[in-house]
């Protein structure tokens, strides 16, 4: 399953990650030659948008986007530091960021056209703001036709995205998962934007233990953390039922979401993702009942 991961980049050889970077098969490396025919010359791993060439390494200080990939995908049983959610993904990395964290929604259009059009099932947005791109909704839409999974971070203003909508998080689109942050003791992570009707589950993300740049490791906090636990499982949920359509799989993370009446009011779902019980759910419907 190729998951991309729309953010700051990704450290490609990292050791937890470098065997799980998505390779374009289609491209040979530093020919200077559009291989593939894509419109985009030697994109081997992905694309930086930001500085527009090949190189979708992480330039920023924090690492926020290795971050992201190593609770996606880092390399399971390698003898080092941790294993991700879906550890057998490929990451493609699509950097929309600058190294001091600014973009622009044209970039993350043309990084989520990028995304589908090169065999990305599964997008992690973990990034948002309050301004509303026209054109995203109809390209989300494009997307979910070709079953394409959009997951998104809630924010972390301690908003109700019900009220003042945070995008790309709260496009009305089936095939958008919204995901806040739970802390340690399961509840809604203080800083965690939230919504009855708009934010769909809640997923860990206080302090949570990944890959950094420098070939390094580290704890970061944030709906940016909540949402790849969330991709990672909607990667398990592919690599078993590979037809699954994105309001499918959605409305099966809500379902097997484990009610807690702290987040009843919080999240569509009630309650905690639940990556045994959704990925159950799914292995079960595949058993012939005879
Ligand atoms: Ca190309």
């Known amino acids: 399953v190729v998951v ?3 953010d ?3 450290q490609l050889d990292h050791p937890d990650l470098a065997p799980n970077i998505w390779v374009n098969p289609g491209e040979i490396a530093n ?17 930086d948008f930001w500085n527009w060439d090949n190189d979708p390494d992480d330039d920023d200080s924090f690492g926020h986007g290795t971050h992201v990939a190593g609770i996606i995908g880092a390399v399971i049983n390698n003898g080092i530091g941790v294993s991700g959610i879906a550890p057998n993904v490929r990451l493609m990395a699509l950097k929309v960021h600058s190294s001091d964290g600014r973009s ?9 056209k990028y995304a589908v059009s090169n065999g990305a099932q599964i997008s992690n947005n973990s990034y948002g703001g309050y301004g509303e791109n026209p054109k995203m909704g109809a390209l989300i839409d494009a997307a979910a036709r070709v079953g394409h999974v959009f997951v998104s971070s809630a924010g972390n203003d301690e908003n109700n995205n019900d009220i003042s909508p945070a995008f790309p998080a709260s496009y ?9 942050a739970t802390d340690q003791s399961g509840q809604m992570a203080s ?15 206080r302090d949570i233990f990944s890959t950094i740049t420098d070939s390094s490791y580290g704890w970061k906090s944030g709906t940016s953390m909540a949402a790849p636990q969330v991709t990672g499982l909607v990667a398990l949920m592919r690599s078993i039922e590979p037809n699954l359509t994105s309001s499918a799989i959605r409305e099966i993370l809500i379902e097997t979401s484990r ?3 702290r987040l009843q009011n919080l999240v569509v779902s009630g309650g905690s993702v639940d990556a045994a019980a959704a990925v159950r759910a799914i292995t079960q419907s595949l058993i012939p009942t005879t």
């Open 8 to 10: 700051t980049g990704i």
């Open 4 to 6: 991309a991961v729309i």
């Open 172 to 180: 009305p689109n089936d095939s958008i998962i919204s995901v806040g």
């Open 31 to 47: 020919n200077n030659v559009d291989d593939d025919n894509n419109g985009f010359i030697d994109d081997v791993h992905g694309w």
């Open 104 to 112: 622009y929604s044209n970039l993350i259009y043309k990084a989520l």
């Open 259 to 261: 009610p807690d009446s």
């Open 191 to 205: 800083f965690s934007n939230y919504g009855r009707d708009s934010v769909d589950v809640a997923a860990p993300g």
